[in-house]
């Protein structure tokens, strides 16, 4: 079945310390995102990659990195500069050029992965 | 960016109809009508989108304002499982914003049994 895999699922950190999380994708999409969600909130986007080797800021990037060296894989970095990184992490993708102008750029979610600063 | 209002919250009794509104009155002539929902503690699924008619499909319908300032999602009859963060989302089909989704706060929708 074709899907977004998130993993872990749990992560705790201690303070100090990089951490990534990983997300692969087999729905053949073009474009990747990065989400956070903390409690009661909606999603914040982190980053987005439209194609490989190329990928863009979104609201929050300060404490987070990425890359996208294969189509399939958008892993997140979140650093020892993010003062807050506990929270709810999605990944997501979408036909990202493929559905322009159709409107059809529908996003695919992974289950996310929760981190834990202790 | 357009901004849309949804109600915190909502509540239903399951097997009844169920009316979710969302104002989006900065929505320009491009942008489609997506919809989303989330679960406790899973990532958000894709509900439905339009554009300018009335969209039905499995899941839910969507009728969207004559002038497109606002639209409804419409869950024909309630049942536990749709209890869910449902959030209205207008999409930017254009330059850099390409694919860019905003979340925001959305409605949460309780069903009773």
């Known amino acids: 079945d074709g899907g977004i895999t998130q993993s872990p699922k749990y992560l705790f950190r201690k303070e100090g310390q990089n951490v990534t999380l990983s997300c692969e994708q087999n729905?053949?999409?073009?474009?990747m995102y990065w989400y956070r969600q903390d409690p009661g909130q909606g999603l914040r986007l982190i980053y987005y990659?439209?194609?490989?080797?190329?990928?863009q800021k979104g609201d929050i990037a300060e404490g987070y990195s990425v890359s996208r060296e294969k189509k399939e894989s958008f892993p997140l970095t979140v650093t020892s500069a993010q003062k807050n990184p506990t929270a709810f992490y999605l990944c997501?993708?979408?036909?990202?050029?493929?559905?322009f102008g159709s409107g059809a750029n529908v996003l695919t979610f992974g289950a996310g992965s929760r981190l834990t600063v202790l | 960016d357009a901004k849309t209002t949804q109600p915190n919250s909502m509540e239903s009794n399951e097997e009844e109809p169920v009316h979710l509104p969302c104002n989006h009155s900065t929505i320009s002539g491009t942008d489609y009508i997506h919809w989303y929902r989330q679960l406790p503690s899973q990532g958000p699924e894709y509900v439905i989108h339009?554009?300018?008619s009335n969209v039905n499909n499995r899941m839910a319908s969507l009728a969207i304002a004559e002038d497109r300032k606002s639209s409804t999602l419409i869950l024909h009859r309630a049942t536990l499982r749709d209890a869910a963060v449902y959030y209205c989302i207008p999409y930017y089909d254009r330059g850099s914003t390409l694919g860019r989704l905003y979340f925001g706060r959305g409605t949460q929708l309780t069903v009773w049994p």
């Open positions: 990659s439209q194609i490989v080797n190329d990928f």
């Open positions: 729905l053949n999409h073009d474009a």
């Open positions: 997501a993708s979408s036909r990202g050029r493929q559905g």
């Open positions: 339009g554009l300018t």
